[in-house]
């Protein structure tokens, strides 16, 4: 009987590297996937488009007929209500994407030994319990600033500050050196989960 994959889940502010994190542990072996591109997914679907523009109106809809995620950011971030609503939507959806995500990587015929989820807001909504361990990464906040095109500050007042997520984590990891350095965080930890 094979072990399934240790569930590790990626977090950390915006603009701190978790991008740039997953696709090192995909170069160091684990099988990877983001929460955004679930989210990207769901809101493909007919189900989904349905119930946000019954909420947030036709402005969401871009000229492809697909909801845009630009004009969907620009309600949510200006109302705190409003991204509740879309949280509340999409958090489960995005939990049952992940859960057969990985239970397929588990029946394998040669799973991998471990696979990572970027989850931007994994303490904020609850989720750590789905995971084995959590990764922090961190970075100085001009650096996110300059990595960053959102306004970093306006979406950050209602995430945990940094501090916290890297006290609840297994590891944490300031990023604000080069790829190389991140890299070999990621290599360490790897090497860790996998003795």
């Known amino acids: 009987m094979t072990r399934p994959p240790v569930a590790v889940a990626i977090t950390g502010g915006i603009g701190a590297g978790k991008s740039e994190a997953l696709r090192s ?22 189900d989904v488009r349905r119930v946000v523009v019954e909420r947030f109106g ?7 007929g697909q909801l845009d995620r630009g004009a969907i950011g620009t309600v949510v971030f200006n109302d705190r209500e409003q991204l509740r609503w879309l949280e ?5 959806l995005v939990s049952v994407e992940y859960l057969q995500w990985r239970d397929q990587l588990a029946h394998l015929p040669q799973p991998p030994q471990v696979c990572v989820t970027e ?32 306004a970093v500050e306006e979406r950050e007042q209602w995430l ?8 609840r984590a297994d590891y944490a990891f300031v990023n604000s050196g080069s790829l190389e350095e991140l890299d070999g965080f990621v290599g360490s930890v790897m090497e860790d989960l996998t003795r």
């Open 25 to 46: 542990f995909a170069r160091h072996g684990a099988a990877t996937v983001s929460s955004d591109e679930i989210v990207h997914e769901l809101l493909r679907r007919d």
């Open 58 to 64: 036709n402005g969401v809809v871009g000229p492809d």
């Open 88 to 92: 509340e939507l999409l958090h489960p």
């Open 119 to 150: 989850v931007p807001l994994l303490y904020e909504s609850g989720g750590e319990e789905r995971f084995d361990r959590v990764v922090v990464i961190t970075a100085p906040e001009a650096v996110r600033r300059s990595r960053s095109d959102v």
């Open 160 to 167: 945990l500050p940094d501090e916290e997520k890297v006290s």
